[in-house]
């Protein structure tokens, strides 16, 4: 099966360096919907090679990521997420990471 599935990704990444690298990593795979929190539309093959990407960035003993697969795009995934307060494409600001 060829489909999109959407998937939402958090990560804990404990060195500011690799959260950058994630941070950015992430951009190319999906859209930030909170502070380190993604939502991604890909195929299997999509998700397998973000989780390649991801744990090259990543210390396996310091950091964590949370992937969770909320199904195919086409099904009822916008009925599943729920924002309280404002959404994050109305709230028009851009997500930065700042590096200090």
């Given at each position: 099966m060829?489909?999109?599935?959407?998937y939402i990704v958090s990560y804990d990444i404990r060195n500011q360096k690799r959260l950058c690298r994630v941070h950015r990593a992430m951009?190319?795979?999906?859209e930030p919907v909170h502070y380190s929190v993604f939502r991604c539309d890909l195929t299997?093959?999509?998700?397998v090679e973000?989780?390649?990407?991801l744990m090259d960035l990543i210390d396996e003993k310091e950091d964590r990521i949370m992937i969770i697969d909320m199904g195919p795009v086409e099904g009822r995934v916008g009925e599943r997420i729920e924002f309280l307060g404002v959404h994050p494409?109305?709230?028009?600001r851009e997500e930065k990471v700042i590096i200090e």
């Open positions: 060829s489909g999109q599935y959407c951009k190319g795979f999906g299997r093959l999509g998700r973000m989780a390649s990407a494409k109305e709230n028009g």
